[in-house]
Each structure stands twice: as structure tokens, then as C-alpha cells.
């Protein structure tokens, strides 16, 4: 029996109830690359055939990985940073490496939204004009021609990257519940709705069909390039928000009592349902457009992501039939996936930072939030913007993301040895036991998987430079950044912690025995 009082900190706030739990999950879950990433790489990945290791992924890898962090976040009752240093002396420096990785793509994520609000506006009148392309990099973005950084700035996206971070730190300073739970719980039924409207609209336009098929067609030989299945699980690590701390936040603000591997379950086939139906509405329409310009549907497609989004879309929005509606709903369903994102990104670094120094919701939301709101003005409304952004996104995705759940994972499982601990946590209060096989995923097979994405990630950016972009820019936002954040994140751990934090695990009381 421990004889030492446990020190009690303010009460934590939280979601109401389970299914604002979920919603927040779906919310952060759902993002951009659900919309412009997936049918890329699902038609690249074998078409219909990629359905077989995209389940598998979400299976064995995804909800595994998902699960622990619902585990970490759920017993130990803190930040990414706390969670961890409560799981095990040495561990808070993984905590705020997530936190990090968080700011950086909190930095250059809100750029993206701003592009979407107004090409939002913009779908209405078509005002990108005939030529989506020139407008989007010349005439919007004003594109720097020489790669890098610059201080050129770009007025119209300054001042919208300056809304959308007004009302992401407006919903943020309103709380766990209030802020984040409630906008959760309207922005996710909207934008599934929205989206099943766009579905809809663009299953009438001609050549939609000839879409589909060239979506769901299986190539069965792709099932036996196993770099079909590690972009599968590439996916739905990236598409499920988990491996840098959102879902142990977010599992932090949960009653103990909630079904943690029952939300789980509804949370990871809801994105990935969201995934399918994107897939659908963007085939459909790129099915139009190949139509219309007498070519192939791979073609039309390109490489996905932000010319999938800026360039491809609005070009069939110029020549479909009822444009204007397929333009407003793929913009404004953009525009709420993300900022749901968003808002959990940077909620990551907003309550590590509470734990840490204990100021109030309030004042940690404008000390983390305007200062990350000026970086990411100052550096992604220039002509320079773009190409920075890019470098940035494809490094800390391959190497900052990937790496800390891989090290996370191994740390939990054979350093700190808390995996059967957190099994029985979650197998305590939930519908879906884990026994034997969840262990068997996390320990072995899951960080086998990210370690191979990780060789094959440094060997194709060793093999030529990113993009053919200059050594100054990759060394400086891309292999920089990948060095500094994890010996940041150490340093960050060698802060003392307020004195009215404990740092013992919240589930044992003082008799030994297991609050409720």
C-alpha cells in the first residue's frame, strides 16, 4: 500500500458524452487527404483490388495503432506529453516530438484551407476563368519561379490564412466541450451530406460511369507488389490522425468509463467509409471530364492531392452541368474536413501546453495559438509559399510522423513494457477485447511495417532530391526539420512540471486499487 497522497490536479475538461467523443475522432480523422489522396492511390494501388490491402491495413495495422492510442491517452489522463511521461520516466520526450510534428503541419495546413474558402467563393461565378491551371499557380499563388522561401506576400491569401485562423482559435478558445465537441458534432453531418450531394450530382454527368470503372476495376497483378500494400497502410495511418497524439488527447477528454475500442471501431470504418464515397465523387467526375476531352481517366487524374483539388476540379466544374453546385460542395466539403483537422492538430499543442505550465484554456489557446497563426502568415502567403509547404508536408509525413509512432511503439512494447497494462485497461471497459492479437500487431507486426516505410521513404529521397528542389530547401525544411524536432522534444522534456501536476498513473488510488 503507497503511503504518499496522490497530488490532484484542476479538474480536466472533456466531452460530454461518447458520441461527441466520436464525432471530434471522425472530425480530426476526415481530412483533405480523404478527399484528394485516397482515389489516387486507390486507382494507382490496383483499382478494385486495392480493397483487399486497404482492409488489411485497417484491420492489422490501422485500428491496432488507433487503439493504443486511445490506451496511452485514456488511462494516463493528460497531453501527448504527460500521458507518456506518466507511462514511463523516460518517455515524455516522444510526447512533445508529436507535439512538434503537430506544429509544423498545424503551420501549413491552414494555408490549404485558405485556398479552399476561396476557391469556395470563387466556384460560384467560376472565377478561375478558362484556365484552372494558370490562374491557380500564377495568378493566385503568384508562385515564385525559382523554389524556396520568400517575403513576397500574396494579399488575398494573407487575409483569408488570417480568417481561417481566427475562427480555428475562436473554436479552440471555447473549450473541449463548447469549442471542439459542438462544431464536431454540426460540421461532420453537414459534410457528409454535403458530400453525398456532390456524389450524387456528379453520378449524372456523362462518362461518369467510364469513372467507376476505372476506379473499381481490379488489377489483380498489383497484389503482388508489396509496394501496393505498404501504401495501404500508408493511407490509413495518415487518414486515421493517429501516431502523433491527436487520439491520446482526444482519448484524455473521455469518461473512464467509455467504450474506448468500440469508439474506435465506429470511428476507423467511418473514415474510411467517408474515404470510399470521396472516391466515388472524384472518379465520377474525373469519368466527365476524360469524357469531354476525349482521353483516358488516368490521365485526367495526374498525381492527386493539391492538383487534384486547385486544377483537375475546376476544370470539370468549367465544362459539367450544374458546375456551380459540384464546385460550392467539393470546396466547402474541403474547407469543413479540414478545419475539423485543424482544430485537433493544434488542440495537441494547446493541452500539452496546459499540462505543462497550467495556465487556463484561455491563455494557453492565444500563446500557442497566435504565434503558430504569424509563422504560418508569414511563411505561406508568399509567392515562395508553395514550394515550401511541399517540402515540409513530404518530410515530416515520411520521417516525423511514421518515425514516432515506430519508436513510440517499440518503446511501449520493450523498453517501458506497459502493453499488457494498457490491453487490460482497454479490455476492462470495452465491447471489443483485445487478448492475445492486439499485442501480437503492436509489437511485431505494426512497427515492422512502419520501419519499411521509413527505408523505402529515406531510400527514394536519397536516391534523387525531392522534386529536384534545391539543397537549401530540403536541407533547411526538410532534413532540418527532421533532425531538430525529436532533440527539441528532448530538451522540452528537461522542463520541470508545474508542482500541482502528478506524474504517477491517474488509475491507481492510494490503496492500490483501481479508480473508477
Given at each position: 500500500m503507497s503511503s504518499t497522497p496522490e497530488v490532484q490536479a484542476p479538474a480536466k475538461e472533456g466531452f460530454s458524452s461518447?458520441?461527441?467523443?466520436?464525432?471530434?475522432?471522425?472530425?480530426?480523422?476526415?481530412?483533405?487527404?480523404?478527399?484528394?489522396?485516397?482515389?489516387?492511390?486507390?486507382?494507382?494501388?490496383?483499382?478494385?483490388?486495392?480493397?483487399?490491402?486497404?482492409?488489411?491495413?485497417?484491420l492489422f495495422a490501422g485500428i491496432p495503432l488507433l487503439y493504443l492510442d486511445y490506451a496511452i491517452g485514456h488511462r494516463y489522463r493528460g497531453s501527448a506529453p504527460l500521458s507518456l511521461r506518466r507511462?514511463?520516466?523516460?518517455?515524455?520526450?516522444?510526447?512533445?516530438?508529436m507535439v512538434l510534428i503537430c506544429v509544423i503541419i498545424a503551420i501549413y495546413y491552414a494555408s490549404i484551407l485558405a485556398w479552399a474558402s476561396k476557391y469556395a467563393v470563387l466556384s460560384f461565378?467560376?472565377?478561375?476563368?478558362?484556365?484552372?491551371?494558370?490562374?491557380?499557380?500564377?495568378?493566385?499563388?503568384q508562385r515564385a519561379k525559382v523554389p524556396g522561401p520568400t517575403m513576397d506576400f500574396v494579399p488575398e491569401i494573407t487575409w483569408t490564412m488570417v480568417i481561417v485562423w481566427v475562427v480555428t482559435i475562436g473554436v479552440l478558445a471555447l473549450g473541449v466541450q463548447t469549442g471542439i465537441g459542438r462544431t464536431a458534432v454540426v460540421f461532420i453531418p453537414v459534410l457528409v451530406l454535403a458530400f453525398i450531394v456532390l456524389v450524387i450530382?456528379?453520378?449524372?454527368?456523362?462518362?461518369?460511369?467510364?469513372?467507376l470503372n476505372a476506379f473499381f476495376t481490379p488489377d489483380w497483378g498489383a497484389l503482388t507488389d508489396g509496394a501496393v500494400w505498404i501504401s495501404a497502410v500508408g493511407q490509413i495511418f495518415f487518414s486515421l490522425s493517429v501516431g502523433f497524439g491527436i487520439m491520446i488527447t482526444y482519448a484524455s477528454y473521455v469518461g473512464r468509463k467509455t467504450d474506448m475500442t468500440g469508439s474506435g471501431a465506429v470511428v476507423a470504418f467511418s473514415n474510411s467509409g467517408f474515404e470510399l464515397l470521396a472516391g466515388i465523387g472524384v472518379f465520377a467526375a474525373l469519368g466527365f471530364m476524360a469524357t469531354t476531352a476525349g482521353t483516358s481517366v488516368g490521365e485526367v487524374l495526374g498525381s492527386g492531392g493539391i492538383g487534384l483539388a486547385f486544377i483537375a476540379f475546376p476544370t470539370i466544374i468549367n465544362e459539367a452541368p450544374g458546375g456551380v453546385i459540384i464546385g460550392v460542395l467539393f470546396f466547402v466539403s474541403l474547407l469543413l474536413a479540414g478545419i475539423t483537422?485543424?482544430?485537433?492538430?493544434?488542440e495537441v499543442i494547446i493541452g500539452a501546453v496546459r499540462d505543462k505550465v497550467g495556465i487556463s484554456r484561455l491563455a494557453a489557446t492565444?500563446?500557442?495559438?497566435?504565434?503558430?497563426?504569424?509563422?504560418?502568415?508569414?511563411?505561406?502567403?508568399?509567392?515562395?509559399?508553395?514550394?515550401?509547404?511541399?517540402?515540409?508536408?513530404?518530410?515530416?509525413?515520411?520521417?516525423?510522423?511514421?518515425a514516432v509512432a515506430a519508436v513510440?511503439?517499440?518503446?511501449?512494447?520493450?523498453?517501458?513494457?506497459?502493453?499488457?497494462?494498457?490491453?487490460?485497461?482497454?479490455?476492462?471497459?470495452?465491447?471489443?477485447?483485445?487478448?492475445?492479437?492486439?499485442?501480437?500487431?503492436?509489437a511485431v507486426v505494426v512497427p515492422i511495417l512502419l520501419i519499411v516505410m521509413l527505408w523505402q521513404a529515406?531510400?527514394?529521397?536519397?536516391?534523387?532530391?525531392?522534386?529536384?528542389?534545391?539543397?537549401?530547401?530540403?536541407?533547411?525544411?526538410?532534413?532540418g526539420m527532421v533532425i531538430a524536432l525529436p532533440i527539441i522534444a528532448i530538451v522540452l522534456s528537461f522542463i520541470p512540471w508545474r508542482k500541482d501536476v502528478s506524474l504517477e498513473d491517474p488509475t491507481v488510488a492510494v490503496d492500490g486499487g483501481e479508480q473508477s
Amino acid at each position: 500500500m503507497s503511503s504518499t497522497p496522490e497530488v490532484q490536479a484542476p479538474a480536466k475538461e472533456g466531452f460530454s458524452s461518447r458520441k461527441v467523443f466520436i464525432f471530434a475522432a471522425i472530425g480530426s480523422a476526415v481530412g483533405l487527404g480523404n478527399i484528394w489522396r485516397f482515389p489516387y492511390v486507390a486507382y494507382e494501388g490496383g483499382g478494385g483490388a486495392f480493397i483487399i490491402p486497404y482492409l488489411c491495413a485497417l484491420l492489422f495495422a490501422g485500428i491496432p495503432l488507433l487503439y493504443l492510442d486511445y490506451a496511452i491517452g485514456h488511462r494516463y489522463r493528460g497531453s501527448a506529453p504527460l500521458s507518456l511521461r506518466r507511462l514511463g520516466r523516460g518517455a515524455e520526450w516522444l510526447g512533445w516530438w508529436m507535439v512538434l510534428i503537430c506544429v509544423i503541419i498545424a503551420i501549413y495546413y491552414a494555408s490549404i484551407l485558405a485556398w479552399a474558402s476561396k476557391y469556395a467563393v470563387l466556384s460560384f461565378t467560376k472565377g478561375w476563368g478558362d484556365d484552372p491551371e494558370t490562374y491557380f499557380m500564377h495568378d493566385y499563388l503568384q508562385r515564385a519561379k525559382v523554389p524556396g522561401p520568400t517575403m513576397d506576400f500574396v494579399p488575398e491569401i494573407t487575409w483569408t490564412m488570417v480568417i481561417v485562423w481566427v475562427v480555428t482559435i475562436g473554436v479552440l478558445a471555447l473549450g473541449v466541450q463548447t469549442g471542439i465537441g459542438r462544431t464536431a458534432v454540426v460540421f461532420i453531418p453537414v459534410l457528409v451530406l454535403a458530400f453525398i450531394v456532390l456524389v450524387i450530382q456528379a453520378l449524372t454527368l456523362d462518362g461518369a460511369m467510364e469513372g467507376l470503372n476505372a476506379f473499381f476495376t481490379p488489377d489483380w497483378g498489383a497484389l503482388t507488389d508489396g509496394a501496393v500494400w505498404i501504401s495501404a497502410v500508408g493511407q490509413i495511418f495518415f487518414s486515421l490522425s493517429v501516431g502523433f497524439g491527436i487520439m491520446i488527447t482526444y482519448a484524455s477528454y473521455v469518461g473512464r468509463k467509455t467504450d474506448m475500442t468500440g469508439s474506435g471501431a465506429v470511428v476507423a470504418f467511418s473514415n474510411s467509409g467517408f474515404e470510399l464515397l470521396a472516391g466515388i465523387g472524384v472518379f465520377a467526375a474525373l469519368g466527365f471530364m476524360a469524357t469531354t476531352a476525349g482521353t483516358s481517366v488516368g490521365e485526367v487524374l495526374g498525381s492527386g492531392g493539391i492538383g487534384l483539388a486547385f486544377i483537375a476540379f475546376p476544370t470539370i466544374i468549367n465544362e459539367a452541368p450544374g458546375g456551380v453546385i459540384i464546385g460550392v460542395l467539393f470546396f466547402v466539403s474541403l474547407l469543413l474536413a479540414g478545419i475539423t483537422s485543424l482544430i485537433s492538430i493544434v488542440e495537441v499543442i494547446i493541452g500539452a501546453v496546459r499540462d505543462k505550465v497550467g495556465i487556463s484554456r484561455l491563455a494557453a489557446t492565444f500563446v500557442v495559438g497566435v504565434p503558430i497563426a504569424v509563422i504560418s502568415v508569414l511563411m505561406f502567403a508568399t509567392t515562395g509559399g508553395l514550394y515550401v509547404l511541399d517540402t515540409m508536408d513530404a518530410f515530416v509525413n515520411s520521417f516525423g510522423i511514421i518515425a514516432v509512432a515506430a519508436v513510440t511503439m517499440l518503446a511501449v512494447t520493450y523498453v517501458f513494457r506497459k502493453l499488457p497494462v494498457l490491453r487490460e485497461h482497454l479490455d476492462a471497459r470495452s465491447s471489443v477485447k483485445l487478448k492475445g492479437w492486439w499485442p501480437a500487431l503492436v509489437a511485431v507486426v505494426v512497427p515492422i511495417l512502419l520501419i519499411v516505410m521509413l527505408w523505402q521513404a529515406l531510400r527514394d529521397k536519397l536516391d534523387a532530391p525531392y522534386e529536384d528542389y534545391p539543397a537549401d530547401l530540403l536541407n533547411v525544411f526538410g532534413w532540418g526539420m527532421v533532425i531538430a524536432l525529436p532533440i527539441i522534444a528532448i530538451v522540452l522534456s528537461f522542463i520541470p512540471w508545474r508542482k500541482d501536476v502528478s506524474l504517477e498513473d491517474p488509475t491507481v488510488a492510494v490503496d492500490g486499487g483501481e479508480q473508477s
